[in-house]
């Protein structure tokens, strides 16, 4: 076993495994290129991957003793009985996981997402929320407290599928917060590395007041999870997206979240998103969605006429469609309904507000997509297959898509762009260089703030402040400073 006691080298093979890992798989490089079990369940990587842990303050919980009830890190003081209340009167059920612990299980293919030995009752804090690799940096950013409970139990010709549901909150006794709804990527066929993802970006929404639930989904192939949870249709993962809307909105209340939940998704999960604000826009308050897939239509036509060639990202639309996209037409249910820009355009779909966050250099999910959803928010024209986007001078740039959504383009960004290992190392970094890596840390700010601000808002409209003119008014003129703000901040 190789004995990494050399700190500088220890670094340099840090960036490598998780860069090499982080990469290869966000890129959607395939199952026989990369095996990620194999690169990273083993102890040298564990130790590797725990150099790059944040400092994270803690939210104490109390502990017993004596007479004295008194504040305490329980990650520090080993097992013992644990309170939520100053008075030591609410339990909480804390368990530790050791980074030992977090590798195994990020790395278990089948467990992973599955519902496998869940206690619904148990609190614990996650490194892979401590894990300091996003464009937005976590030093500072307090951590939050994880708890996994089983969402949904669905019956499939494989077995029975347990879905599993991870709720991440500042502390397990707090109140008067707004909920999110994350969703994974991972092109719909795996969980690892798009809930890695997920896991980055987790904490900055908590820190500002929010509880987010993080749910698990079927997946179209074979590549990960229980037989039972896979081979699913594409409809079928939407409808696990729809299930978790469903569970929050009967169950966010027992964590101290109110009102009705933003959604947020990376990739495939921006898709998912997307889906549930149109779909059910009355539902979500608002969408922040990260370099999502939002329009089947004209990925298959730039597929069909040749304007597409990611290998990758054809083999993706093949699995979704279930046939070869020389045989798929426009006209298929499944392309027109996950083609979110023309349901806008024609059909008059509602949308939620939504903020979208795009990289110019995405070779997998083509920037125009964002455009284009950005265009039918705005009732402007959408951009042609055969149109390509001229690249902005700017390291980002902002645009109206309407009164209450808006898109950011990233000039160096690239699929996965709130990742970066190191943005000294252009391929470590798919925020692009330093500069793109500050600018998009800008941008998961504003993200953090319209989420927040939307949440607000439509809390106070669907609640006693509906009946109130003057109240309602203070709050909308509140949001249009905001606005303003978000509008002038990266121009």
Known sequence: MLNCSVLRLCQINKVILLAGAWLL??????????????????????????EALADMPVEALYQADASICQPAN?????????FSDDACTLPVNFTETRMNDFCEASVDKVALGSAVDVDPSAWTLSPGNRLDVGAKRLDGVTQPYMQRRIYKTVATPRGE??????IYSKHPGVSNQKAMIAYHGGSWTSRGFGFFGLELTVPHYVEQGFVVFAPFYR????????????????????????????????????????????????????????????????????????????DFTDFLLRVQQGFYTNDEGLSILERVIGRPSSEATIDDPLVSRNSFPLRIQNDNALAAPMLIVQGMKDELVESRQSLRLCQALAAEPLI?????????SAISTRRDCGAESSLYLVREGNHALDVCLNDSIISACPSGGRDSRVSIAGIIDDAVSFAS????????????????GGGVLSWWILLGLVLVRLRHRRQ
């Open 25 to 50: 798989s966000g890129a959607g490089i395939t199952h026989a290129q990369v095996d990620f079990q194999s690169l990273l369940n083993n102890a040298i990587a564990c130790a590797l991957t725990e």
């Open 74 to 82: 329980p990650a520090e003081q080993g097992a013992l009985q644990w």
């Open 384 to 392: 042609e297959t055969n149109q390509e986007i001229n690249t902005i």
């Open 219 to 294: 997946l179209l192939s074979d590549r990960e999870s229980t037989p039972a949870c896979n081979q699913a249709s594409f409809d079928e993962i939407v409808t696990d997206a729809d299930s978790a809307l469903d569970w929050v909105l009967a169950n966010s209340t027992e964590y101290g979240a109110t009102g009705l939940p933003v959604v947020f998704g990376q990739s495939a999960g921006g898709h998912l998103a997307a889906s549930v604000s149109i779909d059910r826009a009355e539902s979500v308050s608002a969408a922040v969605l990260m370099y999502p897939p939002t």
């Open 453 to 468: 601000t939307s949440a607000d808002i439509s809390n106070l409209s669907s609640g006693s402040g509906r009946s109130s």
């Open 161 to 166: 599928c347990q879905l599993e549901m991870r």
